[in-house]
Antibody, heavy 120, light 109 residues
Framework: QVQLVQSGAEVKKPGASVKVSCKASGYTFTNYYMNWVRQAPGQGPEWMGVNNPSLGDTMYAQKFQGRVTFTTDTSTSTVYMELSSLRSEDTAIYYC?????????????WGQGTLVTVSS | EIVLTQSPGNLSLSPGERATLSCRASQSVSSSYLAWYQQRPGQAPRLLIYGASTRATGIPDRFSGSGSGTDFTLTISRLEPEDFAVYYCQSYGSSPLYSFGQGTKLEIK
C-alpha cells in the first residue's frame, strides 16, 4: 500500500532553516510528482510547490521563491523540503502529498504531517 | 490567482440530515480541476472528489459533487457521525498552481 512517512516535529529559532523528509513506499517512486502543502494553526492548506522525483525539476509557489528548496534521493525514495529564514508565521504542519494526475488530483496520498514551530 | 470562497464557514446539522457545501471561484475553473478534501481533527486532508464530481477510491456514495464554471457544490446525502469534519475545495490554476478555499466546518447539532 502507498505510504508517505515524514520526519518528526521540529522547533526552530527565527532565522534558522528546517529540513523535512518524506519517505515513499508502495509504488514506483519516480512515476509520481510530489507536492508540498503547509497548514498554519486554524487555517486552510497552502500549496508550496511540486517536485518531480524522476528528473529533479521543481516548481515553487511565488510566495516561497528563494526560501524553499525541494530535493530528491531516489536511492531511498525520499523527498526533502528545506525552508530557510524562518519566521514565526512559518509555524505550521508541513505535508508531502503524492500528485495523482497534474491538475486533476493534487494529492491522492498524504504524509502524516510534520509540525514545525518557529519560536525564540 | 484563483480565489476560492466557501460557504457557509460553519454548518451545524444532525446525523441523518443532508449537507450542502458551496465553493465559489473568482474566475471560471474547468470542472476537471476542482476537487474536495475532508480533514478530520489531527489528520491530513483526504481526497473525496476530483473532477468536480468523481468520487475518489473508497469514498461512500453519500458524497457527491456538482457544479461548473465558478460555482461548485459538495453534497452529503445522509450525515454519518464520521462525516463531521472540515471540508476544503481546491482548484488548479497557474500561479499558484493549486489553491484552496478557507474551509467549511461541519459540526454536530
Amino acid at each position: 500500500q502507498v505510504q508517505l512517512v515524514q520526519s518528526g516535529a521540529e522547533v526552530k529559532k527565527p532565522g534558522a532553516s528546517v529540513k523535512v523528509s518524506c519517505k515513499a513506499s508502495g509504488y514506483t517512486f519516480t512515476n509520481y510528482y510530489m507536492n508540498w502543502v503547509r497548514q498554519a494553526p486554524g487555517q486552510g492548506p497552502e500549496w508550496m510547490g511540486v517536485n518531480n522525483p524522476s528528473l529533479g525539476d521543481t516548481m515553487y509557489a511565488q510566495k516561497f521563491q528563494g526560501r524553499v528548496t525541494f530535493t530528491t534521493d531516489t536511492s531511498t525514495s525520499t523527498v526533502y523540503m528545506e525552508l530557510s529564514s524562518l519566521r514565526s508565521e512559518d509555524t505550521a504542519i508541513y505535508y508531502c502529498a503524492r500528485e495523482g494526475a497534474r491538475g486533476v488530483i493534487m494529492a491522492d496520498f498524504w504524509g502524516q504531517g510534520t509540525l514545525v514551530t518557529v519560536s525564540s | 490567482e484563483i480565489v476560492l470562497t466557501q460557504s457557509p464557514g460553519n454548518l451545524s446539522l444532525s446525523p441523518g440530515e443532508r449537507a450542502t457545501l458551496s465553493c465559489r471561484a473568482s474566475q471560471s475553473v474547468s470542472s476537471s480541476y476542482l476537487a474536495w478534501y475532508q480533514q478530520r481533527p489531527g489528520q491530513a486532508p483526504r481526497l473525496l472528489i476530483y473532477g468536480a464530481s468523481t468520487r475518489a477510491t473508497g469514498i461512500p456514495d453519500r458524497f457527491s459533487g456538482s457544479g461548473s464554471g465558478t460555482d461548485f457544490t459538495l453534497t452529503i446525502s445522509r450525515l454519518e457521525p464520521e462525516d463531521f469534519a472540515v471540508y476544503y475545495c481546491q482548484s488548479y490554476g497557474s500561479s499558484p498552481l493549486y489553491s484552496f478555499g478557507q474551509g467549511t466546518k461541519l459540526e454536530i447539532k
